[in-house]
Every structure is written in C-alpha cells, then in structure tokens.
C-alpha cells in the first residue's frame, strides 16, 4: 500500500505544472562592462551545434570565425572558459559585497545545474564563479536561468560583474553569497 501511494504521489508531481524562472530573449543584452556593475544577459543558445562567444570586456558577442579574446562560451546547457583563466592574488573580489562559491577551471564550468529528475529541468544550483578575462579583469559569474518562457530551453541568462585584476581565491572561496542586483 505505500508503494502504490509513493507511485501515485510520483506520477502526480510529475504531471503537476512546471514553476521555474523563465527569461526572454533581447530583455537582457551585452552592454560595455563598468567595474562594480552587475550586468544581466540573455542568451539564445536552442541551436544544439552553435556555440556563443562572449567578450566580458567589452560587452560583445563574438561571431566565428572571429572569436579571439572570448572569456565565457555558451552551448545549450555548457558553459565554457579557455585556458588557462585562473584568478589569483589577494585584492578582494570582483563583484561589490559578494564572495563567490567556486574559482572557475578552465574547460567546462563545473556543474551550473541540478537537475530536477521529477519536472525534467535544469535549475540553477546557486553556485557563483570567478574567473579572469583575457585582458586580465576578475568577473564574479552566476547562472540564474536556462529557459524562455513555456517554459522552452534555451534561454541562458547569467548575472556577471567586472572587478579588480586578482580576485583573492581564499575569500572567494569563503563565502558563497550570491550576487547582488
């Protein structure tokens, strides 16, 4: 009898409404970076095969081939950073009043997602990462959302800020705080 019940509790969660974060896309556009800033972008990354370069330091989308000095790619649900981007030093962290979870590796960031096995989704784990641009400036990065509304995959939409050169590893590490608006 409880597992009839646990099997019906089962199916009805999974038929019950999807409630997840949606974004749409051209609400949140790159813009050129300001220090201390916390910008917000939108993606449109529903092409299984296209990957999306972005340039943090200057608030543009790169277009391949032409994708030298990207600092974050995007694909569908990864996010990819080049080698080697690895923060280091003691100046503080590079968004105001926030300390970050993780310090970004390159290749893909590490699991941004939990999936939710009974809706099928993925949602933000809450992680916020650091990692340094190509022209050297720490960026505190935090996915908040993959999906445009319906909800649809494919809209990728994280918050991100520009700070000093060398993020300290020691307290970004410290304090998984999320951004602030």
């Known amino acids: 009898m409880v597992f009839v019940a646990f099997l019906v509790l089962l199916l009805a969660q ?21 220090q201390g800033r916390t910008d917000t972008v939108t993606l449109d ?4 095969a296209l990957w999306h370069y972005l340039d943090l330091d200057r608030g543009v989308l790169l277009t391949p081939p032409d994708t030298q000095g990207w600092d974050v790619a995007a694909r569908r649900f990864q996010l990819r950073i080049p080698t080697p981007r690895l923060p280091s030093g003691d100046e503080g962290s590079p968004a105001i009043g926030h300390r970050p979870s993780a310090i970004a590796r390159p290749g893909d960031l590490p699991r941004w997602y939990r999936y939710d096995f009974l809706a099928h989704l993925l949602r933000p784990a809450g992680q916020a990462y650091v990692l340094r641009t190509d022209l050297g400036a720490g960026v505190t990065l935090e996915v908040l959302g993959y999906y445009c509304p319906g909800p649809t995959a494919g809209c990728l939409t994280f918050r991100y800020a520009l700070g000093p050169t060398e993020p300290d590893q020691g307290a970004l590490l410290r304090d998984s705080a999320r951004l602030q608006p």
């Not at 999974?14 to 813009?31: M, Q, Y």
């Not at 990354?45 to 299984?48: D, G, I, K, P």
């Open 14 to 34: 999974s038929l019950a409404p999807k409630r997840i974060e949606t974004f749409v896309l051209g609400d949140h556009a790159l813009r050129p970076p300001v």
């Open 45 to 48: 990354v529903r092409a299984a």
